[in-house]
């Protein structure tokens, strides 16, 4: 038994509809086979695009796409994507598994992809092995509006109007792949980096790496830096930290002990939005520069027979239950994260969608970016939960999980409310409390649910998707059966 209290009128703060942002990396199958299969394939395509992919992504409504990498993205030039694709270079993606890259797919096909999907373009310069020349010309070759030669070139590529591209990234992971700097180097190069990254009158966003997980140091050192030698820079506009909470087990062979483990893994998200925040709020109390997540979810061992570097792993409901429950932190601290983008799109690490040439299918965590589509741009609203916890054995150690997790959101007269039940095998009521003098008139509910290791094939592409789940919802308060190892989102109409 569980009791939620939602008060509609205490407001945390618009969620960006941008927290459901994705991550597509030139990693393994993701870009080539995942998204990009060529305009001669015998896979449905558009321009090269595969059809069935882009139709799954429109349902999951990804508000932005962060491209092309990722550690990759310090070793791209952008250059060698752009031009006729038969006279593209082909260089060695030197970070996963050393396999040629052909530059098939570069700007102008990540921003088709983009508009056809109805998702904004993230761009990762490079910072690590690149020049501030080529990232600044990068920003040009994008958005500049009127008569140079780089905006000549896009227009020959196929984009005669400017791309209107406003997240730039400058550089990845600069701690690591990205060149292995210390945070006050990082700092300097992001400095000059940004000083040449012009918007050319256009909204242009500027995101800095931010630290590996919730590593306070690196915040704390790069802003201190930022602050005490540049005063008044003010071309920065995101903070961005990477959290992986990992495997326990694999992918899809895990006891129950173990299920319960890796849901705890990601429930440590919030510490990390609460004290990244906080350490930046040392520096800029005003918010002026966003948090956001770029890179987070979880990393088991790959599928047996995949190539090691290539990060394929399998996708159950384990995996839906970790991205439920971190979507409903970001909704929870919708006043302190701006955009999160889960890694990555599709066949690498906890992917939305999964291809097998021309087959493909839909996740469970697809799913749950399908189901909480309703909260992007939604008024985040308080939602206090009182649950028992549920305790696992860790090695020799206990530890707990929430019951019962979950966020609110208002959109007018429409509180959409996401829950999930951890328990693996037991189901748990709920009662809604709605306070402020509201009332529920009426609502519908859908569960995605299975036994933990439930997962979507290639032989079975629909043994997890979303069904209907009774609700009756009606008065101040209102009760709901939520089903073991679920993930629950409700629409309830207020009076
Ligand atoms: O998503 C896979 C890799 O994880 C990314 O390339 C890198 O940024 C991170 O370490």
Request: proline share 5%; charged share 20%; hydrophobic share 35%.
């Amino acid at each position: 038994m569980a009791q939620v209290t939602i008060d509609p009128q205490d407001e945390i703060g618009t969620i960006h509809p941008t927290i459901y942002g994705h991550f597509a990396e030139h990693l393994g199958r993701c870009i080539y086979d995942g998204i990009w299969v060529g305009e001669d394939s015998p896979i449905p395509n558009t321009d090269g695009l595969r059809n069935d992919v882009v139709e799954a992504l429109r349902k999951l409504k990804p508000p932005v796409i962060r491209w092309p990498g990722g550690c990759f993205a310090d070793d791209y030039h952008w250059q060698d994507g752009i031009g006729p694709r038969e006279t593209r270079p082909r260089r060695v993606n030197i970070h996963w598994g050393q396999v040629v890259e052909t530059n098939a797919f570069g700007t102008q096909e990540f921003v088709r992809l983009c508009r056809l999907v109805g998702a904004q373009p993230y761009i990762c310069g490079n910072v690590g092995s690149g020049t501030v020349r080529e990232l600044r010309e990068w920003v040009e070759y994008c958005n500049y509006d009127g008569d140079s030669t780089l905006a000549r070139q896009r227009a020959v590529d196929g984009s005669p109007e400017p791309m209107e591209v406003i997240y730039w990234g400058v550089g990845n992971e600069n701690w690591g792949c990205g060149g292995s700097f210390s945070p006050e180097d990082y700092c300097t190069e992001f400095r000059r980096y940004a000083t040449f990254v012009r918007n050319y009158g256009r909204r242009l966003y500027a995101i800095a790496c931010g630290p590996s997980g919730n590593d306070i140091e690196w915040t704390t050192r790069f802003f201190r830096k930022l602050y005490r030698d540049y005063r008044g820079f003010r071309n920065i506009h995101g903070y961005s930290a990477h959290y992986y909470c990992g495997t326990a087990g694999t992918a899809t062979e895990y006891t129950v002990d173990q299920w319960y483990e890796l849901i705890a893994k990601g429930l440590k998200m919030e510490r990390l939005v609460v004290q990244q925040r906080a350490a930046m709020d040392a520096y800029d109390p005003e918010r002026a520069i966003g948090l956001i997540v770029d890179e987070w979810g979880t990393w088991h061992p790959v599928e047996k027979g995949t190539h090691p570097r290539f990060l394929y792993q399998q996708n159950t409901i384990r995996d839906a239950l970790v991205a439920a429950t971190t979507l409903d932190i970001f909704n929870r601290h919708a006043d302190k994260v701006v955009m999160a983008n889960i890694a990555q799109t599709v066949n690498v690490l906890q992917a939305m969608i999964l291809t097998q040439d021309e087959k493909m299918l839909v996740t469970p965590t697809g799913c749950v970016y399908e189901m909480y589509a309703p909260h992007q741009g939604g008024t985040a609203v308080r939602a206090r939960i009182e649950t028992e916890a549920v305790t696992y054995a860790q090695g020799e150690d206990e530890g707990q999980v929430p019951l019962v997790a979950g966020s609110a959101s208002l959109k007018g007269k429409t509180l959409f409310v996401t829950l999930t039940n951890t328990h693996a095998k037991d189901e748990v009521a709920v009662t809604i409390h709605l306070l402020g003098g509201a009332a529920a008139v009426g609502g519908t509910a859908r569960v995605l649910t299975g036994e933990i290791h439930a997962h979507n094939t290639f032989g079975e592409p629909e043994h997890v998707c979303p069904e209907p789940l009774d609700i009756d919802a009606s008065g101040p308060s209102f009760k709901l059966m939520l089903p073991p190892a679920s993930v629950i989102a409700a629409e309830v109409a207020l009076s």
